[in-house]
């Protein structure tokens, strides 16, 4: 994070990663991905028990810089942006998106202005998403030639469906915030100036909350797309049984046969 492109801070033990490159509406270069992999890194400490994304401006993420692929094209040839992209790809997959999903600790993202491409795909990772009211979804490869990545293809189809999925990166059309609502893309809209207030306080409220076991049902979720019933139905029981062992169970359930609020510590 040292070229402050992306911006990480700790507030009520929410970790706030924020993608700061205004000018250019937040286009990720391959440095901004290395920094956000150290962001999303830094949230794996103890005292991050949940994480909140978001950009500044007027964009969310305009996707991957194409000025700096012109640019690479021009100096290193096809090769050269053969190598460039599968080098920003591959760590975009394996510090970004596969770190996000791996985050034992719920994601809320706020999305507060156009989220596009490699954009658009990072807010699929989330697991909670917040969208302004003039947040704005578009897919974008196909307007380049390019096509899909950041996870897109695995979990926009989860979300939406695979025929709505492919109309999506067909059409390449810029999708509203309600739309996004309607078709299953975000879990709410806000108002423009009430996003990161609302974003903020469900990753506060979450953050209170038993931590472990939001991020083990997450994996339970994100495993299930390749497993049987029963071998799903045999995680639930190992997950359940484990559940006992941790101090928020322990006081989970002391808390209800007390009639009190729980007062849980993610441990």
């Not at 286009?27 to 890194?41: H, K, N, Q, R």
């Not at 000025?67 to 394996?94: C, R, W, Y």
Request: charged share 20%; hydrophobic share 45%.
């Amino acid at each position: 994070m040292a070229n402050g492109n992306i911006k990480f801070e700790k507030m009520d033990d929410v970790g706030i990663i924020t993608l700061d490159r205004p000018e250019s509406r937040n286009s990720l270069t391959p440095d901004m991905v290395d920094e956000m992999g150290e962001a999303i890194e830094a949230c794996k400490r103890n005292d991050v028990r949940s994480v909140l994304l978001n950009g500044t401006g007027a964009a969310f993420c305009s996707g991957a810089d194409v000025k700096m692929f012109v640019e690479v094209l021009d100096n290193g040839g096809p090769e050269g942006l053969h190598q460039h992209i599968s080098t920003m790809a591959d760590a975009l997959h394996t510090k970004v998106v596969l770190g996000l999903r791996r985050l034992e600790k719920p994601v809320v993202a706020a999305i507060n202005g156009v989220a596009a491409g490699a954009g658009f795909s990072l807010t699929l990772g989330c697991d909670i998403r917040y969208a302004a009211q003039s947040a704005r979804f578009l897919m974008a490869y196909a307007n380049i030639g390019a096509t899909a990545d950041g996870g897109s293809t695995y979990l926009l189809p989860r979300l939406v469906g695979s025929g709505r999925a492919m109309e999506i990166y067909l059409a390449s059309q810029p999708i509203s915030a309600q739309m996004a609502l309607d078709m299953g893309l975000v879990n709410q809209v806000v108002e423009d100036e009430h996003l990161f207030r609302h974003a903020m306080e469900t990753a506060v409220r979450l953050a209170q909350g038993p931590t472990l076991a939001y991020g083990k049902v997450k994996a339970l979720f994100d495993q299930s797309w390749d497993k049987d019933i029963e071998t799903q139905l045999n995680a639930e029981t190992e997950a359940l049984a484990n559940s006992g062992l941790t101090a928020d169970f322990q006081e989970g359930i002391k808390a209800f046969a007390e009639r009190r609020q729980a007062r849980f510590q993610g441990k």
